[in-house]
T-cell receptor
Framework: GAVVSQHPSRVICKSGTSVKIECRSL??????MFWYRQFPKQSLMLMAT?????????EQGVEKDKFLINHASLTLSTLTVTSAHPEDSSFYIC????????????FGPGTRLTVL | AQSVTQPDIHITVSEGASLELRCNYS??????LFWYVQSPGQGLQLLLK??????LVQGIKGFEAEFKRSQSSFNLRKPSVHWSDAAEYFC???????????FGPGTRLSVLP
């Protein structure tokens, strides 16, 4: 149980385009979902926290207009990277916190974004 | 705010040798502690977690960790390392009321044949 999926696993896009990444909790409901960014050989950096039905809370330094987060249901959150640039290339990981166990997070497999 | 340090950036051990990865945390109240492993290009896999109770926690793949409140530590151990254990290991802490996870910088483990 407690499986989180991400789609796509890899995406390559041209500079200036937008990319949407989906995060789904497959067998549990998640009130809260989190989006992380990971640069090569570095730790995970929290970008934003999203609660179902409300606006996401962004960490300092993360542009909310560039990284649009939607958490429309208890099993789905999306991250849209708008007007992507090469410096947005990174590994994006989502996690979901079950409504029954808010201290835990279950992580998705990550999405590798490459912006040309 | 909570913080996590992992003093060792990179550790190399021989296959079959014992392993200890260090993790120190800073948090004013009751911490919830986790160890994750990440293979290159992959997501995070939970090895074990500590919420309360027995301070020696058993995890998957033969790993264990010991919570020592007096030392603010949660070190990960394995008695005999396998080549497949080579990966990046992250310690994380979250507050008892489910505040954000804080990850340590990670320790990269290399295993010599």
């Amino acid at each position: 149980g407690a499986v989180v999926s991400q789609h796509p696993s890899r995406v390559i896009c041209k500079s200036g385009t937008s990319v949407k990444i989906e995060c789904r909790s497959l067998d549990f409901q998640a009130t809260t979902m989190f989006w992380y960014r990971q640069f090569p050989k570095q730790s995970l950096m929290l970008m934003a926290t999203s609660n179902e039905g409300s606006k996401a809370t962004y960490e300092q330094g993360v542009e909310k207009d560039k990284f649009l987060i939607n958490h429309a249901s208890l099993t789905l959150s999306t991250l849209t990277v708008t007007s992507a640039h090469p410096e947005d290339s990174s590994f994006y990981i989502c996690s979901a916190s079950p409504t029954s166990s808010y201290n835990e997070q279950f992580f998705g497999p990550g999405t590798r974004l490459t912006v040309l | 705010a909570q913080s996590v340090t992992q003093p060792d950036i990179h550790i190399t051990v021989s296959e079959g040798a014992s392993l200890e990865l260090r993790c120190n945390y800073s948090y004013g109240a009751t911490p919830y502690l986790f160890w994750y492993v990440q293979s290159p290009g992959q997501g995070l896999q939970l090895l074990l977690k500590y919420f309360s109770g027995d301070t020696l926690v058993q995890g998957i793949k033969g790993f264990e960790a010991e919570f020592k409140r007096s030392q603010s530590s949660f070190n990960l151990r394995k008695p005999s390392v396998h080549w497949s254990d080579a990966a990046e290991y992250f310690c994380a802490v979250v507050g008892e009321y489910g505040q954000n996870f804080v990850f340590g910088p990670g320790t990269r483990l290399s295993v010599l044949p």
